[in-house]
């Protein structure tokens, strides 16, 4: 976790939502099922100060990385590691995001050896802010920005979705993580239980699992399916 996920607000609501200044260009892709390397929007601080609505490349490319195809297995930052390790640590000190989703998906294997897929949404549908870190990487044609998602142990209900889930950052949060501090991993701890309660853990089709579908029906519930009974690792 986190492997898949929705963002489909547009440039405009998003920078309402995050008192941010569009700086995206039109390059960030609104999706119900964004996949690793694909280019949505983030929040940043910019270097004067204001909060940048921009567009990332999911998936952190340190600057030894040889090509855009070694972000693909840096899709994920844990949190217990983030601030120690050689890859993450830089910009976990000092290049912190956020990134603005409508859920994310997970998959729980069932008894007769299939998955099931579960979306994972405020039951009110406001957005979610998840705990990112960027940098920027020297492609050929330019700068790239890319960025990780954090992940932390899953508590409350979800971890009876899977053993890990994205360090969701409640409102009230958003600027301590987006701002200098002296010591960031005081920011690592996850939100109450109790404001994860407002999470409704909704069964999905299985269309969701291939990469090329898209849409609004991908995020619809499906009668009839029981809540999850077992963990299953993915990522």
Known sequence: MCGRYATT???GDLSGLFESDDETDGGARSSHNVAPTSSVPLVRLAPEGHRALSAGRWGLLPPWSRSTSDGARMINARAETV??????????????????????????????????????TPT????????????????PAGPLLTF??????AVGELAEVHERMPLLL????????????DDPTGLLDPPPVE???GLEIRPVGPAVG??????PQLTTRVPGKAA?????TLF
Request: hydrophobic share 40%; with cysteine.
């Open 124 to 139: 009110d549908a406001s957005v979610l802010a998840l705990a990112g870190i960027w940098t920027t990487w020297a492609s």
């Open 228 to 232: 999850p009974t077992e963990k299953l």
């Open 9 to 11: 607000r547009s440039a």
């Open 195 to 197: 404001w994860l309660a």
């Open 170 to 181: 409640p409102r009230g949060r958003w600027a301590s993580w987006l701002g200098p501090v």
């Open 83 to 120: 601030a120690t390790s050689r890859a993450y640590a830089p910009s976990f000190a000092r290049r912190r995001c956020l990134v603005p989703a409508d859920g994310w998906y997970e998959w729980v294997r069932q008894p007769d050896g299939g998955r099931q897929a579960y979306y994972l």
């Open 210 to 215: 291939n990469v090329r579908n898209d849409g």
């Open 148 to 153: 990780s998602v954090l992940t932390t142990a």
